[in-house]
């Protein structure tokens, strides 16, 4: 499927120009920096060199003066202590920082995840009966718990109280918590909104640092941990999560704890050298399969691990869940691919729509995703569970799926969500009602240019200014990631020097120039079919990215073609 090219609007020349001029930099460089926010000498300085003093007073956010009393409390009676979070790689992190720094120096503390198939996600009646029965007085959630209303209330006539630390839209009523962390509430003054859950567990922790005159290195500690998070979790890498996550990655890549340390011994990357792409397809996965495919509590003990023989031994475990979610990923996968193409209806639908009663509910969200990117359509998911029918549903850029469920709430037990992605549940026998009213809503919803997947280009440029300063310029852009991507531009008109030939099943490998310009080396994967193009010697248009290739330890800059256009 062809992809749209998509310029970002010119940015405003005299903030360029005036930035240029401050900064000494090139035209393109400034133009870059607009793009991401970046309009001042002292913006500059702050986004290529970050500091921890840069850190936001955590004391900003509300109700954290309140939180920390509440803690400090809880510590000076012996109170016990439940951590609880969610069950992916957000709210298992989160448990393991908060749960690790304060078992330090408080013997009585615990932690909770909830049963992904029994409980379901957030903050369980059973966790709450766990507490009560295990004589726990106050419980801290972190990743979730913002709209649990009645959930906290049940806790509060338990005499348990509760200190929330989400990172989600809350609802139009705050949870009757001790106090509930969350840059997202309309009176919370704290100036980044988009932190991760282990995000606000790292806050916590920062607060409670200062107000205890302790040393700031006791959470920094944690800082692989939360970079693991934010690449997992895909918050924005702006603001403060970017400020984290280049000391995140530093530290994952010089003195890792050693739960992480396990699972880079388990990947396949063998340079020393862990980024976010790697966090997301390596560490991620592995650390989410245990929730997946049994229980999140063995990612959280991998995590909290204190030796390395401790960890190697729950890396192992993590590691064959993540092999057996492999395994059910590929046999869904293909098998919701032969129900597609088999069917004539299927594929020229606007949306896809499939269930299968033993498909794996740990995995069906994934499927969703690959099924989205595969045909670029509305795609949910289905599959039976606990006698009941449950989904996971994908949209495509600009489409409001929530906005669509909506619309066959009828039809549904129960959903939720957000714009892109959501989860619901259903009776069996509404599956074909369902199936036709999401299609019909779809159609009439969705725009003709949503159905086709767009690249977004920062800029055009010319081959000849590219050169290893440029690029040396280009990496302090990183870390890379939501908000603050790799950056992608479009230089039209190139030949090709020599021939293209096709690498493994469908990848091109070619030399390209313009005239004047050196010659790059370029990869384009998955763009096989433009092989023959490409080698009646005609000019094409490329967009792509900037990387370094290291062969045998020679480097050389190479082109990350994106896209080919004639």
């Not at 081959?463 to 990183?478: N, S, V």
Request: proline residues 4%.
């Amino acid at each position: 499927m062809q992809k749209r090219w998509v310029l970002k609007p010119k940015n405003n020349s005299n903030k360029v120009s005036k930035l240029q001029e401050e900064l000494g930099v090139s035209d393109i460089v400034a133009n870059l920096l607009v793009s991401r926010g970046v309009e001042t000498f002292e913006q500059a300085r702050l986004f290529f060199r970050p500091a921890l003093e840069h850190l936001h007073d955590p004391f900003l956010m509300k109700d954290m003066d309140v939180a920390i009393t509440r803690i400090e409390k809880a510590i000076g009676n012996n109170e016990k202590i439940l951590i609880y979070g969610d069950y992916d790689v957000d709210g298992t992190t989160a448990v393991s920082v908060v749960y690790s720094f304060f078992r330090a120096f408080h013997s009585r503390i615990e932690f909770y995840i909830p049963d992904r198939y029994a409980e379901g996600y957030g903050i369980s009646t059973q966790g709450i009966d766990y507490a009560a029965d295990n004589d726990f007085s106050l419980i801290i959630a972190l990743d979730c718990g913002i709209k649990a209303l009645e959930k906290v209330d049940y806790a509060n006539r338990k005499g348990i109280d509760f200190i929330i630390g989400d990172h989600h839209l809350p609802g139009d009523t705050i949870p009757a918590a001790v106090a509930v962390l969350d840059p997202k509430r309309e009176d919370c003054l704290y100036p980044y909104k988009e932190l991760s859950g282990c995000g606000i567990g790292f806050k916590i922790i920062q607060a409670f640092i200062l107000k205890n005159d302790m040393h700031m290195e006791q959470a920094y500690q944690y800082l692989d941990l939360v970079a693991v998070s934010i690449a997992s979790d895909i918050v924005p890498i702006t603001g403060e999560n970017r400020l984290l996550t280049h000391f995140g990655l530093k530290k994952l890549n010089s003195n890792p704890s050693v739960g992480l340390k396990a699972l880079i011994n388990l990947s396949s990357n063998k340079s020393g050298v862990f980024s976010i792409n790697d966090i997301v397809f390596q560490i991620g996965p592995r650390i989410n399969a245990a929730g997946r495919i049994d229980h999140a509590k063995d990612a959280v003990n991998l995590l909290i691990s204190k030796s390395m023989e401790e960890a190697t031994n729950y890396s192992a475990a993590v590691d064959d869940q993540n092999n057996q979610r492999k395994d059910f990923d590929l046999r869904i996968t293909e098998e919701a691919l032969a129900l597609i193409e088999s069917s004539q209806r299927n594929k020229s639908r606007t949306t896809t729509v499939l269930y299968k009663s033993d498909w794996h509910k740990g995995v069906i969200g994934i499927v969703a995703s690959r099924l989205t990117e595969k045909y670029y359509r509305p795609t949910i998911i289905l599959t039976q569970t606990n006698g009941h029918i449950a989904g996971s549903a994908r949209s495509v850029l600009g489409f409001d799926l929530y906005e669509a469920l909506s619309e066959c709430s009828d039809l549904l037990e129960q959903f939720g969500g957000h714009k892109y992605a959501a989860g619901l549940t259903m009776r069996e026998e509404n599956i074909p009602l369902f199936q036709d009213r999401f299609e019909q809503v779809v159609q009439q919803r969705i725009k003709p240019e949503m159905l086709q997947q767009e690249i977004s280009i920062d800029m055009e440029i010319e081959l000849a200014r590219i050169d290893a300063k440029f690029y040396k310029i280009l990496r302090q852009f990183e870390p890379f990631g939501p908000q603050n991507e790799a950056p992608i531009f479009v230089a039209r008109q190139v030949k090709v020097l020599g021939p293209a030939f096709i690498v493994g099943t469908n990848h091109l490998k070619f030399t390209t120039f313009q005239p004047g310009s050196p010659s790059f080396d370029c990869i384009a994967f998955g763009l096989a079919e433009f092989a023959n193009p490409i080698n009646s010697g005609a000019s094409f248009d490329i967009c792509f990215s900037i990387e370094e290739n290291n062969w045998r330890g020679k480097k050389n800059l190479q082109l990350n073609i994106k896209a080919i256009r004639y």
